[in-house]
């Protein structure tokens, strides 16, 4: 079964904070893993990364995965208010057949 | 527009009320799926169809079935709901191959008394 671990389960920092959130995974025939980013609504897409595209950068977020270690990161450098979110962490593996597994999330907090 | 819908957005029922919960995509898309979100389990998805009339069971399918009978269209049924199946439901959709990059609809907010 896919797995999929998210840490910390919530953070709370100050406006102009660097954050990092952290997603390890287990899942049989890796194919991606997904960063989304969720406001009060649905999921929407920040990153793909995969076997061949390991880091991404948008703005003031980035992500990395690490193959070895079966992990990404997602930074966020000078943080804002409007960062404020849960954001979701997924895996796709087994030919995608089965969809999204999702981890449990990072419910992140902005203060002024 | 592309966009994937869903009706009700919000639904308060008692125990044992049989309901659906539409999804309808715009896309043409084969794939779709629904998820459930619990505050602190993320999503968890509860069925998926690969095409017409292919269904098959997600993670936590219990208390709930699906068809797909058109394309567009993918029903979530809740038989005989419980309130342990109150939660945030999302339909999903995607064309086969690509199911990184799912569309969501807004979300249904359901309350099982």
């Known amino acids: 079964e896919d797995k999929v671990v998210q840490s910390p389960l919530s953070l709370v920092v100050h406006e102009g904070d660097t954050v990092t959130l952290n997603c390890s995974y287990e899942?049989?025939?890796?194919?991606?893993l997904l960063w989304y980013k969720q406001e009060k609504k649905a999921p929407t897409f920040l990153f793909m990364l995969t076997s061949s595209g390991i880091e991404k950068k948008s703005g003031r977020l980035s992500s990395i995965l690490d193959k070895k270690e079966l992990s990404s990161i997602l930074n966020i450098t000078a943080t804002q208010t409007g960062d404020s979110a849960i954001y979701l962490c997924?895996?796709?593996?087994?030919?995608?057949?089965?969809?999204?597994?999702f981890g449990k999330g990072t419910h992140l907090i902005i203060q002024p | 527009e592309a966009q994937v819908t869903q009706n009700p957005r919000y639904l308060i029922t008692v125990t044992g009320k049989k309901l659906t919960v539409t999804c309808s995509q715009n896309?043409?898309?084969?794939?779709m799926s629904w998820y459930r979100q619990d505050p602190g389990l993320g999503l968890r998805q509860i069925y998926y169809?690969?095409?017409?009339?292919?269904?098959d069971k997600g993670d936590v399918p219990e208390g709930y079935k699906v068809s797909r009978k058109e394309k567009r269209n993918f029903p979530l049924i809740l038989e005989s709901p419980s309130p342990n199946q109150t939660s945030l439901y999302f339909c999903?959709?995607?064309?086969?191959?690509?199911?990184?990059?799912?569309?969501f609809g807004p979300g249904t907010r359901l309350l099982v008394l």
């Open positions: 896309m043409n898309h084969e794939y």
């Open positions: 997924a895996v796709i593996g087994r030919g995608g057949a089965d969809g999204l597994t």
């Open positions: 999903a959709s995607s064309s086969w191959g690509n199911q990184e990059t799912q569309y």
């Open positions: 899942v049989t025939n890796f194919r991606s």
């Open positions: 169809s690969m095409n017409v009339e292919v269904t």
